[in-house]
């Protein structure tokens, strides 16, 4: 196994790519996204100000001048603590897929009734849902998040438009989560991926599954103008600062480990991603802090020798997730020992969305 000279990232990431010096594409990649994404320490003041500025205009006369997604966890609750104390009104956002922790629960409750924030929660069709979960399972591919991804991003559109909004500000940022294999993670926009991969493995209708098209995708983003905000890319975002500031303004709680406050994020994270697949997602993790300047790489490497969950408790993950899920013994050991995939073997827009990408990039300075 090789592993970058700069971060973590090793060959796991089947698409890596090494320099001379031994410096991955990761890194590289990085450095490029910090350039055009994060706005400069000289002109975030004013860029922060001319953007709640004009959030505020679109919201005068509204309920509301923004719409946010939570989740419970680190980055959605401090965006949450972030817009009130910019003086926004926001909207908060809460997709229940059936998979919430008890803390992660508590914490939305805690943080929004401390805030003031109202919220919508959004409960899907629970049968629907977990054939659609169990047929990204059958498919062999490492995505198995995109169910839960779309349907949000589907949810935070269709409020924005809604109530006649122009923003939905995101906890997507640089500093921690810039770093993310495209084959570890793909599809979260990509409706063909999701209704492939259900046409081949589901058996049930996806009647109620909040979701968009490329046309749909297109109406929210050229006709109705909504704009996908990265608000902590405007800001000194410090991942241990903002524990410290949630945990002693919000009494929020921490859960253990990046998005384990969904009980099958944190099992497929644990459990099905590296048995399976060979993909410990901490490496991605890490290895963003270290670029970002909040970890070294020697730390990042000694936390990499730590288990990824308690033995104990990812077994008690297994049990609950394989009943919640139908699965029998058989079926999920079937599942585990499949040959893997990877979201190139299904129909997907995934041309489409590099190309968008590229006409993208070629126009972007510091848009956050």
């Known amino acids: 196994m090789t592993v970058c000279t700069r971060c973590i990232m090793d060959t796991t990431d089947p698409d890596i790519r090494f320099d001379a010096e031994g410096v991955c594409n990761h890194c590289h990649r990085y450095d490029l996204v910090s350039r055009t994404r994060l706005i400069p320490a000289e002109e975030r003041d004013e860029r922060l100000k001319a953007l709640i500025d004009e959030i505020k205009a679109v919201g005068n006369g509204k309920p509301y001048d923004c719409v946010i997604g939570v989740s419970g966890g680190v980055d959605s609750t401090y965006v949450a603590w972030l817009v009130k104390k910019l003086g926004l009104r926001p909207l908060a956002v809460h997709l229940d897929n059936g998979w919430n922790s008890e803390l992660a629960v508590a914490n939305i409750e805690k943080t929004l009734n401390t805030l003031g924030i109202d919220l919508y929660t959004h409960v899907l069709n629970w049968e629907e849902f977990r054939n659609l979960q169990s047929s990204f399972l059958k498919a062999s591919t490492p995505d198995g998040e995109v169910p839960t991804d779309h349907a949000i991003f589907a949810l935070l559109y269709e409020l924005a438009a809604k109530h006649g909004l122009k923003h939905v500000i995101t906890g997507t940022n640089v500093v921690s989560e810039a770093i993310l294999p495209e084959k570890w993670g793909y599809g979260y926009f990509d409706w063909r991926y999701v209704k492939?991969?259900?046409?081949?493995?589901?058996?049930?209708?996806?009647?109620?599954?909040?979701?968009?098209?490329?046309?749909?995708?297109?109406?929210?983003?050229?006709?109705?103008?909504?704009?996908?905000?990265?608000?902590?890319?405007?800001?000194?975002?410090?991942?241990?600062?903002?524990?410290?500031?949630?945990?002693?303004?919000?009494?929020?709680?921490?859960?253990?480990?990046?998005?384990?406050?969904?009980?099958?994020?944190?099992?497929?994270?644990?459990?099905?991603?590296?048995?399976?697949?060979?993909?410990?997602?901490?490496?991605?993790?890490?290895?963003?802090?270290?670029?970002?300047?909040?970890?070294?790489?020697?730390?990042?490497?000694?936390?990499?020798?730590?288990?990824?969950?308690?033995?104990?408790?990812?077994?008690?993950?297994?049990?609950?997730?394989?009943?919640?899920?139908?699965?029998?013994?058989?079926?999920?050991?079937?599942?585990?020992?499949?040959?893997?995939?990877?979201?190139?073997?299904?129909?997907?827009?995934?041309?489409?969305?590099?190309?968008?990408?590229?006409?993208?990039?070629?126009?972007?300075?510091?848009?956050?």
């Open 196 to 368: 492939d991969v259900h046409k081949r493995f589901g058996t049930s209708r996806l009647s109620t599954y909040p979701h968009f098209s490329l046309i749909k995708l297109a109406y929210f983003v050229f006709i109705r103008r909504i704009r996908m905000v990265s608000i902590l890319n405007y800001v000194n975002y410090d991942k241990a600062e903002a524990m410290d500031v949630l945990q002693n303004q919000l009494d929020w709680v921490y859960y253990g480990g990046k998005h384990y406050e969904s009980i099958y994020t944190r099992f497929y994270q644990a459990y099905i991603l590296p048995r399976k697949f060979d993909i410990d997602k901490r490496k991605a993790h890490y290895s963003n802090l270290v670029l970002s300047g909040q970890m070294t790489r020697e730390e990042a490497l000694e936390q990499m020798k730590l288990p990824v969950y308690p033995e104990d408790l990812l077994e008690e993950d297994r049990e609950y997730t394989i009943k919640k899920l139908g699965f029998s013994e058989a079926e999920f050991d079937a599942m585990m020992s499949a040959p893997t995939r990877t979201f190139e073997d299904y129909k997907t827009s995934h041309k489409i969305f590099e190309t968008a990408k590229k006409m993208v990039n070629a126009t972007r300075r510091y848009v956050g």
